[in-house]
């Protein structure tokens, strides 16, 4: 299965109207959890365990602290390139003009990748952050995490997007965020979500403050 769009964005409001600096929110989620978390990806250490890994083990592991693990919602940053598609260009393409044989062979153009999504999730609204931040919001199991259905970049060659920037549970009992270009993420929920997180051996997790991030390990 894959995600479904979500086109009422007023599922969002509780966290983008939090009662908390736009920037904090983008990186940490809503305030009023009882505990939080800091997550690191593997960028250097591992780079088999790419951010959408870690990120859909964190999902997967907080799949068992909510009610409601077969509704969720996805918050997926509007600004990342392969959601709007556009010219493609590769290596190849980059190549100069070639001479030989009295011939000139010239670069040709470069194919058109389309959007992610038709038209009506392309042209839907988006949950504002304060004007800093626009997300598409998709819906389903915390089991198809990743799944966007998003279309492939060209026959056999499937697009691969970003992890969501929010995912909660419909009952709201954690979330998980992550900003732009974040090297971690951030999950807030229960103490005893938190001290799951924390005691994942893969995860390399350290306690979070709301508001101010603790650095990350060595």
């Known amino acids: ?15 983008v109207r939090a009662d908390a600096d736009w920037g904090v929110i983008a990186g940490q989620g809503p305030p009023g959890f009882e505990a939080y978390a ?16 870690v990120h859909a083990d964190v999902v997967h592991l907080a799949t068992a602290h ?6 969720a919602v996805f918050a997926l940053w509007e600004g990342w390139g392969d959601i709007e598609g556009g010219d493609a260009v590769s290596m190849l393409y980059q190549s100069p003009a070639l001479t030989g ?14 959007p992610a999504f038709d038209d009506a ?3 839907a609204p988006r949950a504002d952050l304060d004007g800093f931040r626009a997300y598409l919001l ?27 920037s929010f995912v909660w549970p419909q009952d709201r009992s954690w979330c998980i965020a992550q900003d732009v270009d974040d090297d971690s993420l951030t999950i807030g929920g229960s103490q ?10 893969d995860l390399r997790a350290e306690p979070a403050t709301y508001g101010s991030p603790p650095p990350l390990p060595d």
């Open 38 to 53: 800091q997550v690191p990806f593997d960028r250097d250490d591992s780079p088999e365990r790419t951010d959408d890994v």
């Open 66 to 71: 909510t009610s409601t693990p077969d509704d």
């Open 138 to 164: 998709f819906r389903g199991p915390l089991s198809d995490v990743g799944r966007w259905g998003a279309r492939p970049e060209a026959p056999d060659w499937p697009r691969r997007l970003a992890p969501a």
């Open 1 to 15: 299965m894959t995600l479904r769009h979500e086109p009422d964005v007023s599922a969002a409001d509780w966290i």
């Open 101 to 114: 044989f009295g011939r000139v062979f010239r670069r040709p153009r470069p194919p058109r990748i389309p």
């Open 192 to 201: 005893a979500l938190v001290d799951a997180v924390l005691a994942h051996p």
């Open 121 to 123: 999730v392309m042209k």
